[in-house]
């Protein structure tokens, strides 16, 4: 498959200008079952190629061993990819059901430490404050991110998560180059309060799990069908009779698709995009594979232009969504809403 090269977006309003589709690594090294790291690395090469320039990462993912499986092809076309790379989420290898949320100044200069020493390189293009701890002061935490700016470890600064209160404290503190949290067809809760406050204050939205996980496209209607060390099976939306009502929600992409030749997945990622349009911010979405087949797939979608007929069409499905995203919702934007 032919793959135009992507159009680009701007990270912030004086950020970067990068592909308008990013990919998403985390799969690579960790939570979604077996990954075969030859085609990982393919596909690393081959988003390059085809216009992706946003590659996100995080400590968490793996145990580290995701920014160091990046660490060298950031590092051979660092004049081309911006990096995005997450703290906050603590993860233990000798407890892997572990979750601990860090937000304290020590940790953060810990983390980035860690985390720019795994990826071999000297400074972070953009990093974010993977959740957020709200026992910890923004003027804290965000502070400190702050001085990590002036100290030459970091370009940008980034937040996942958080509301639009939150953001806007934040971007007091320091500009906010991005927010990152779940957006999707199944997922709408950041058009509440974080989409607007994005807007208004000109940061860039990247939206991760574009594609549910893996749900919207098809691939599984149940977590039963997956590996026994997926995440997804801890997921709410993906077992009992919570998928077996939410698969009956694709039936709209479903027909969408068929009747204009495309997959589902990219009818899932071109509503993604045409949020920037609906909301008036710049959209950037960083869906995940390991694949170089889906990895096209998805590329292509960034120019898929849904009709307002078939935008209306989908539009009810996200309401009607069964369970919820995490089960756990306390650090989601969400849970302080």
């Given at each position: 498959?032919?793959?135009?090269?992507?159009?680009?977006?701007?990270?912030?309003?004086d950020g970067?200008?990068?592909?308008?589709?990013?990919l998403?690594?985390?799969?690579?090294?960790?939570?979604?079952?077996?990954?075969?790291r030859?085609?990982?690395l393919a596909?690393?090469?081959a988003a390059?190629?085809?216009?992706?320039?946003?590659?996100?990462?995080a400590?968490?993912?793996?145990?580290?061993?995701?920014?160091?499986?990046i660490?060298?092809?950031?590092?051979?076309?660092?004049?081309?990819?911006?990096?995005?790379?997450?703290?906050?989420?603590?993860?233990?290898?000798?407890?892997?059901s572990?979750r601990?949320?860090?937000n304290?100044?020590?940790y953060?200069?810990?983390?980035v430490?860690?985390?720019?020493r795994?990826?071999g390189?000297?400074?972070?293009d953009?990093?974010?404050?993977h959740r957020?701890?709200?026992?910890?002061?923004?003027?804290?935490?965000?502070g400190?991110?702050?001085?990590?700016?002036?100290a030459?470890?970091?370009?940008?600064?980034?937040?996942?998560?958080?509301?639009g209160?939150?953001?806007?404290?934040?971007?007091?503190?320091?500009?906010?180059?991005?927010?990152q949290?779940?957006?999707?067809?199944?997922?709408?809760?950041?058009?509440?309060?974080?989409v607007?406050?994005?807007?208004?204050?000109?940061?860039?939205f990247?939206?991760?799990?574009?594609?549910?996980?893996?749900?919207?496209?098809?691939?599984f209607?149940?977590?039963?069908?997956?590996?026994?060390?997926?995440?997804?099976?801890?997921?709410?939306?993906?077992t009992g009779?919570?998928?077996a009502?939410?698969?009956e929600?694709l039936?709209?992409?479903?027909?969408?698709?068929?009747a204009?030749g495309?997959t589902?997945?990219?009818?899932?990622?071109?509503?993604?995009h045409?949020?920037?349009?609906?909301?008036?911010?710049?959209?950037?979405?960083?869906?995940g594979?390991r694949?170089?087949?889906?990895?096209?797939?998805?590329?292509?979608?960034?120019?898929?232009?849904?009709?307002?007929?078939?935008?209306?069409?989908l539009?009810?499905?996200?309401?009607?969504?069964?369970?919820?995203?995490?089960?756990?919702?306390?650090?989601?934007?969400?849970?302080?809403?």
């Amino acid at each position: 498959m032919t793959v135009p090269v992507l159009p680009t977006a701007r990270l912030g309003t004086d950020g970067p200008f990068v592909g308008v589709q990013g990919l998403g690594c985390m799969g690579m090294s960790d939570f979604y079952g077996p990954t075969d790291r030859p085609e990982a690395l393919a596909t690393l090469d081959a988003a390059l190629e085809a216009g992706v320039t946003l590659f996100d990462t995080a400590d968490a993912y793996g145990f580290g061993r995701n920014e160091e499986l990046i660490g060298p092809f950031l590092r051979a076309n660092r004049d081309r990819v911006v990096l995005a790379t997450k703290f906050a989420v603590e993860r233990k290898e000798d407890d892997p059901s572990h979750r601990g949320i860090r937000n304290d100044p020590a940790y953060i200069r810990a983390a980035v430490d860690a985390s720019l020493r795994r990826l071999g390189v000297d400074e972070i293009d953009l990093y974010y404050m993977h959740r957020r701890d709200p026992a910890v002061p923004l003027a804290d935490s965000v502070g400190t991110m702050a001085e990590l700016v002036r100290a030459g470890k970091v370009r940008r600064l980034g937040l996942s998560e958080v509301t639009g209160a939150e953001l806007r404290e934040a971007y007091a503190i320091h500009p906010i180059a991005a927010l990152q949290s779940e957006w999707s067809v199944f997922a709408r809760d950041v058009e509440r309060t974080a989409v607007p406050a994005a807007a208004e204050l000109g940061v860039a939205f990247v939206p991760y799990s574009p594609l549910g996980r893996g749900f919207l496209t098809g691939a599984f209607q149940a977590a039963e069908q997956l590996a026994a060390d997926d995440v997804r099976r801890t997921q709410p939306r993906f077992t009992g009779a919570n998928a077996a009502a939410n698969a009956e929600l694709l039936a709209p992409l479903r027909e969408i698709a068929t009747a204009r030749g495309v997959t589902l997945a990219q009818v899932a990622l071109a509503w993604v995009h045409q949020r920037a349009e609906v909301h008036g911010l710049t959209v950037v979405p960083i869906p995940g594979t390991r694949k170089r087949s889906r990895l096209a797939e998805n590329t292509a979608a960034a120019t898929l232009r849904l009709t307002a007929e078939e935008l209306a069409r989908l539009e009810p499905v996200a309401g009607e969504v069964a369970g919820d995203r995490y089960p756990d919702m306390r650090f989601t934007q969400v849970g302080r809403e």
